[in-house]
């Protein structure tokens, strides 16, 4: 065996994934030999549970793997912790993998056969990435959010009506994190989602009680959320409205990982909520979600929106959405409007709910009075 590089700094506890047997031991030797703590798993299927433990500095996995490959373990990892660094090996590279694991953001990709220098020398590189990330501060900045966080309502208008006949509820801090999109980073950062989707129902329950009585309330929930018995609890704060809130799903942070969402859907409608996919057009996952949890509403993805006036292309496809919609009966929506122009042909296409700028901005609880103009 080649000589062993030097020993991490400071050595951490690392997860090390592949279903060769021989392979899972010899890597799992090497980087004990260099000073970690290792466990090996010969099963990817439960790795996610694993490393909700919190006590892992970072994961090493192959590729090539039964039921679930390194990639889906990595994007599934995604979904909770951004940070984890997260190696991947593989003795036959793809350009579609290679891909996919710098959109996941997978630390590096070792080609196999690698020496054993190369694989100490990155899960050095790995541990240190990963205390750099320096969790307490993290989780102190968490805490100034989620201390702060209050919720910003934006109007959703029926244009055939011309009022106002929904509103979204969105995330805001005053101290922390700077927008929903870091404050969503920091929970999957520290393993927190759960807390903070809490915060928030809690929150909007509160906010709730000033909704108007003819109006509709759309609420966001992570994927996480779908795991959290919080949810669909009765006695929750949403729950003793659930028959005039939408719960809003995305799956930019994917549902592929998330156990028994179809019984979650059910078990949300039993209840008396709706539920909206967010983001449809975004990508064939948000297309998949479409169909296994046959929503409510769809909301088309703003960049759908975004020019639409301009864009035969961008028509034709809200086109297609609109009858597939119409076809299992679903109400569509429209968000990130802010023009006009997009607004005139949405109208002519036959969208009915809008959402955007141009409506108004998010703001305070249910701001009341706005009436919307019918474009002739």
Known sequence: MPELAAVADSPGTILVVDDDHLFLRVCTAVLRHAGYAVESVNDPTDVTATLRSGRFDAVVSDVRMPNIDGVQLL?????????M???????????EAAIKAIEFKALRMLQKPFEVDELINVVNEAVRSRSSNAPTVLHQKLDRSIATLH???????KTLEGRTVAWEALVRCTDGAKNAGELIGLA?????????GRKIRNTV??????????????????PEDLSDPHLV?????????????VIEITERAGLDHVDHVP???????????????????????????????????VKLDRALVSGLDLSAKQRAVVASMLRLAQDVGCEVIAEGIETGEERQVLDSLGVQWMQGYLFGRPGAPFL????????A
Do not use: C, W
């Open 368 to 375: 009341p009075g706005l009436v919307v103009p019918r474009v």
């Open 205 to 222: 329950g509160r906010d709730a009680a000033q909704l108007p009585s003819d109006a509709l309330l759309f609420v966001n929930a992570h």
């Open 151 to 157: 919720m910003a309502y934006q109007p959703i208008v």
């Open 233 to 245: 609890a009765p006695d929750a704060p949403l729950s003793r409205i659930a028959d005039r809130v």
């Open 85 to 95: 660094p997260v190696v991947l090996m593989t003795g036959q590279p793809t350009i």
């Open 263 to 297: 019984e979650v859907i059910a078990h949300l409608r039993a209840l008396g909520f709706r539920i909206a996919v967010d983001d449809l057009g975004a990508g064939y996952s948000g297309l998949t979600t479409f169909a296994s949890i046959e929503p409510d509403f």
């Open 188 to 196: 999957e950062s520290t393993s927190r989602l759960r807390e903070l």
């Open 75 to 83: 994007k599934a990892i995604r979904s909770f912790d951004r940070d």
